[in-house]
């Protein structure tokens, strides 16, 4: 018959548990002490629940935030009703840019074709203005009856193609 000898972290494990079980079956305070170790271990849990459900409120909030990214990727479609309308929404894109001089310009739009009047400072920004108006959406075509201070309206037949 063989003897069989547990390794020292076995022994280690034994002694460990058996003062455990002595300090929480303590007759004077054993009573105090396992409501202690109840009332911690169930905060614990608590906490732990809370983390969870803070961590799982980020994840949602993050999945929600990506699925609107990519239902966004693609720029919306102006669907154009009527000619109001589509002036209306390209006076609002294009004056957004403050360097544009909101003022001195007239926008209006006929079927579909955006007609811009007015008087401007540089050569540079009447042809800025034509492209960022016919880059909008929307936009069918552009009439740019616009011109620099101090010379001569365009003449409206000039500008239109021939029919």
């Given at each position: 018959?063989?003897?069989?000898?547990?390794?020292?972290?076995?022994w280690?494990g034994?002694?460990?548990?058996?003062?455990?079980m002595?300090?929480?079956?303590d007759?004077?305070?054993?009573?105090?002490r396992?409501?202690?170790?109840?009332?911690?271990?169930?905060?614990?849990?608590?906490?732990?629940?809370?983390?969870l459900?803070?961590?799982?409120?980020?994840?949602?909030?993050?999945?929600?935030?990506?699925?609107?990214q990519?239902?966004?990727l693609?720029?919306?479609?102006w669907?154009?009703?009527n000619?109001?309308?589509l002036?209306q929404?390209?006076?609002?894109?294009?004056?957004?840019?403050?360097?544009?001089p909101?003022?001195?310009?007239?926008?209006?739009?006929?079927?579909?074709?955006?007609?811009?009047?007015g008087?401007?400072?540089?050569p540079e920004q009447?042809?800025?203005?034509?492209?960022?108006?016919?880059g909008?959406?929307?936009?069918?075509?552009?009439?740019?009856l616009l011109?620099?201070?101090?010379?001569?309206?365009?003449d409206r037949?000039?500008?239109?193609p021939?029919?």
């Amino acid at each position: 018959m063989t003897v069989r000898l547990f390794p020292p972290a076995a022994w280690l494990g034994a002694g460990a548990f058996g003062a455990m079980m002595m300090y929480l079956v303590d007759p004077d305070q054993g009573r105090r002490r396992r409501a202690m170790l109840r009332d911690r271990v169930l905060g614990m849990f608590r906490a732990m629940r809370r983390m969870l459900g803070r961590r799982a409120r980020v994840v949602v909030a993050q999945t929600y935030g990506m699925t609107q990214q990519v239902q966004h990727l693609q720029p919306e479609d102006w669907s154009v009703p009527n000619d109001a309308t589509l002036a209306q929404r390209v006076e609002s894109e294009l004056f957004r840019d403050p360097e544009i001089p909101k003022g001195r310009i007239n926008i209006n739009a006929e079927a579909g074709i955006v007609v811009l009047r007015g008087e401007l400072d540089r050569p540079e920004q009447i042809r800025s203005i034509e492209q960022a108006v016919s880059g909008m959406p929307g936009v069918r075509g552009v009439h740019n009856l616009l011109h620099l201070r101090g010379t001569p309206v365009p003449d409206r037949g000039s500008v239109l193609p021939a029919p």
